[in-house]
């Protein structure tokens, strides 16, 4: 009889099914109680419209998808893998199992199919069950149910076949879902941790914009988070419909798992059972690996450190590379005794640790000595096309607040790229000013108030360039009363832009909130006694106080910007607030409107005039600046 092998195993197959039977029982049995029992125990008599059975029938699978299909994917798909490949970490399993007269391929081929088969079969029968507890609640969709049941399977296509391709990288079974955990989020994490480190390093540093949506792509979790979701359409407040958006994403995600599967098998080809219980298996990635942990270390430790002791430390550049070089030699040695499974690397890999941690060393130097001129770069205003500035979150807290200011008017963009220019010719006087801060009483007691003497002012400035181009920029300067009375320093200049009348109304009232639009307004008045008392204006009041506001803010009595609670702030804001209420425009609903709130000034005439109009000023309503409110206490 002539000995054959085969490219698939019934009996194997059938080995992983019967031995493996909780875990797919498990992940079948949620799915059960998710979507039939859940229609049949509430469509009857529910009060929500996701429970009736046209509403779960057309509205409720869908919503299973985005969160908990996603999660339901990602956890029995890592387990399932787990589970089929696990022969592959035992020497005694490895050798015994390939002794069969079963090929490597088949061997792939079968117990990929069978840990494909914990998850696609129970996908199937849930499609059916629903299928009938639909058609018995009387509302069947076909359509949505078929979306369900792609999407989910593609969603479990992908997780499996990314933690099979793991789980032939490594020879160890607790490292499978550790590679497959840290895969799915390692770009992401490297990325903010180099991130992280230029904000420390690098003088107006802002963020790594063009790497991040490939980064994002490399992330399928967050991916699937941002693209796989569930629109809803409503009728006055009621959802009606839902429309599934993503599947595209989804198919691409399957047919970047086949991708994986297909390198799996590749690799599996080649694998060298004898390393079962390495860490790594695969010899090229082994380097990769250790080179790896090293940077990951290095970043993540030495950035950790260094937050925890930079208010005690010198020069930051040099202190963040002492720290880096430190983490970073811990961690290729860490990462070395892994890969050798022992203590005892020091002499073999020295030499490769001093070559990386020179690499550390100087890219550190370059970035600290500017050599791509980054720090001192300031764009051209004759190349500027517009620029915003955003973040700067000034008091008074109201609308303005967390408004982003727009300019490209030729005299705004000068005043901002000088602003610029100050901020960049001042780097040492800036970085000594935020380190005095640190050992500085910020704060000092006056009777039973508290005066603010400094603080860290950040803003964030995007310039738009005529070619198309984005540069970005991200600082943060001191404050305090001896920096502001100086009109060249950065913080004044950032004050005297952000207090541009046109700039401010700007700020308050974007496109389409005008008084033919004013719905309502809302006026609080803080009282000794009656703690707040609130008056609602009508439309007509609300106009009139509109009017109040518009000639205050033209004459610069109102939204005054501030960039210290001192005492002239304090004095200066009333602790009264305004809020203005518009319908949106273009809204479809006429209750989709946008409230716009204002902190009134002890100098702001107009609206102190359109009160008095409206008899709303008397003894017990007034405007009350934070001051005299503070020292009512």
């Not at 610069?556 to 910007?561: D, P």
Request: include cysteine; aromatic fraction near 14%; proline fraction near 3%.
């Amino acid at each position: 009889m002539l000995s054959v092998t085969s490219c698939f195993s019934p009996t194997l197959y059938k080995k992983h099914i019967t031995r493996f039977w909780p875990l797919w029982a498990l992940y079948c049995i949620i799915w059960l109680f998710a979507m039939p029992v859940n229609l049949i125990l509430n469509h009857a008599g529910s009060y929500s419209v996701r429970y009736t059975a046209e509403g779960f029938a057309n509205i409720t699978v869908l919503d299973m998808l985005p969160k908990f299909g996603l999660w339901m994917a990602v956890w029995f798909g890592g387990l399932a893998a787990v589970a089929v490949w696990s022969y592959l970490y035992n020497n005694k399993a490895v050798w015994l199992i390939h002794s069969l007269p079963v090929r490597r391929e088949g061997l792939f081929l079968t117990g990929w199919l069978a840990g494909m088969s914990f998850m696609a079969l129970p996908n199937a029968a849930v499609f059916l069950l629903t299928l009938a507890a639909e058609a018995s609640a009387g509302s069947v969709n076909l359509r949505v149910l078929g979306i369900w049941l792609l999407v989910q399977t593609c969603f479990c296509l992908f997780f499996f076949s990314f933690a099979t391709l793991c789980a032939f990288v490594t020879g160890n079974i607790l490292a499978v879902p550790a590679f497959y955990v840290i895969f799915n989020g390692v770009f992401m994490g490297i990325f903010g941790l180099i991130e992280s480190v230029l904000h420390n390093l690098v003088f107006g540093f802002a963020k790594l914009y063009g790497a991040w949506p490939a980064v994002y792509w490399l992330t399928p979790v967050y991916q699937f988070y941002e693209r796989v979701y569930v629109n809803y359409d409503k009728v006055e407040g009621v959802i009606t419909n839902a429309t599934f958006f993503g599947t595209a994403t989804v198919l691409i995600y399957a047919c970047v798992g086949l991708v994986f599967s297909a390198a799996a098998f590749v690799l599996y080809r080649y694998r060298k059972l004898e390393l079962a219980g390495e860490v790594v298996t695969v010899g090229w990635l082994r380097p990769v690996f250790k080179y790896g942990v090293a940077f990951c270390g290095s970043l993540a430790f030495g950035s950790l450190l260094f937050q925890m002791f930079m208010s005690v430390l010198p020069n930051k550049a040099w202190s963040m590379l002492f720290f880096l070089l430190l983490c970073g030699a811990i961690s290729y040695f860490a990462a070395e005794m892994l890969l050798e499974r022992s203590f005892r690397v020091f002499k073999k890999s020295w030499k490769g640790g001093v070559v990386f941690l020179i690499i550390i060393a100087a890219a550190t130097a370059a970035i600290e000595f500017d050599v791509t001129g980054y720090e001192t770069s300031i764009p051209t205003a004759g190349l500027v096309k517009s620029i915003t500035m955003s973040d700067a979150n000034t008091p008074p807290y109201d609308d303005y607040t967390n408004t982003d200011i727009v300019v490209d008017d030729s005299d705004a963009v000068a005043e901002v790229i000088a602003l610029h220019a100050s901020v960049v010719g001042n780097k040492s006087a800036v970085e000594a000013g935020l380190s005095a801060l640190d050992y500085m009483d910020k704060r000092t007691p006056a009777g039973n108030i508290s005066i603010e003497n400094g603080t860290a002012q950040t803003f964030r400035l995007t310039y738009i360039m005529q070619d198309g181009k984005e540069i970005e920029r991200y600082y943060t300067v001191p404050v305090t009363a001896e920096i502001l009375s100086d009109a060249t320093s950065p913080a004044s200049r950032l004050l005297a832009f952000l207090n541009r009348p046109k700039i401010i109304e700007s700020g308050f009232f974007p496109a389409g909130t005008d008084e033919t639009n004013l719905v309502e307004g809302y006026l609080s008045f803080p009282s000794e006694k009656d703690g707040w008392q609130d008056v609602t204006l009508t439309a007509e009041q609300a106009k009139v106080l509109y009017e109040g506001v518009k000639k205050d803010l033209a004459d610069g009595c109102l939204g005054e910007r501030f960039l210290l609670q001192d005492k002239e702030y304090l004095s200066t804001v009333c602790a009264n607030e305004i809020v203005l209420t518009f319908y949106r425009p273009g809204a479809d609903e006429k209750n989709d409107t946008v409230s716009l709130s204002f902190h009134p000034q002890s100098n702001s005439k107009g609206v102190i005039a359109a009160l008095q109009s409206l008899g709303l000023l008397d003894a017990d309503h007034n405007l009350v600046t934070y001051l005299e409110q503070k020292q009512w206490r």
